[in-house]
């Protein structure tokens, strides 16, 4: 369910018949000024009456994020290899997430969704929210299957 009764930000065009809105949403979180987080525009990402191909398309917000500085790949893998502790992250890898640290679904070999940190619930558990399957406040994993790969991306300050 989404938190604004399904309503998109009018500032921005509305992706989701046109291949998904979450990277469009996501790029809205970090960058817009006034409502997001305000990272600057810069290079292959910005926005000016519509998207930037790194601004709406998942693979290319990841390769921007990461050779950008932007974000910092926390780590990649299946779900248990996300969750579950393990000698380089004890606590497990999800406990390194932040609100507004991203998180990128991967089937077979291409990035297909992303989702925003949003907050933690009351056992501790990741929960994210995103557009185009619209979803506000839910478990980090949104139900994604045993071949997925998420990437666990850190959005530096």
Same mark, same amino acid.
């Given at each position: ?51 930037? %191909? +790194? ?9 921007? @994020?990461? =050779?950008?500085?932007? /974000?910092? !790949? $926390? ?6 290899? %996300? +969750? ?9 890898? @999800?406990? =390194?997430?932040?609100? /507004?640290? !991203? $998180? ?54």
């Amino acid at each position: 369910m989404s938190g604004n009764k399904h309503r998109y930000n009018p500032k921005y065009v509305d992706y989701t018949y046109e291949g998904g809105d979450c990277t469009n949403f996501t790029s809205q979180v970090l960058g817009d000024r006034l409502e997001g987080g305000g990272l600057p525009m810069h290079g292959s990402w910005f926005y000016k009456k519509g998207g930037s %191909v +790194a601004w709406i398309r998942t693979d290319s917000l990841y390769q921007f @994020l990461i =050779h950008s500085g932007y /974000g910092k !790949l $926390i780590t990649r893998g299946t779900y248990e290899e %996300v +969750a579950k502790p393990n000698k380089k992250f004890p606590q497990g890898a @999800l406990s =390194h997430l932040q609100p /507004g640290d !991203l $998180i990128a679904y991967e089937l077979e070999g291409n990035i297909d969704h992303f989702s925003i940190v949003t907050a933690r619930d009351d056992q501790g558990y990741v929960l994210v929210n995103s557009h185009t399957a619209d979803r506000y406040h839910v478990p980090w994993d949104l139900g994604w299957d045993k071949k997925t790969k998420f990437y666990l991306i850190h959005i530096r300050d």
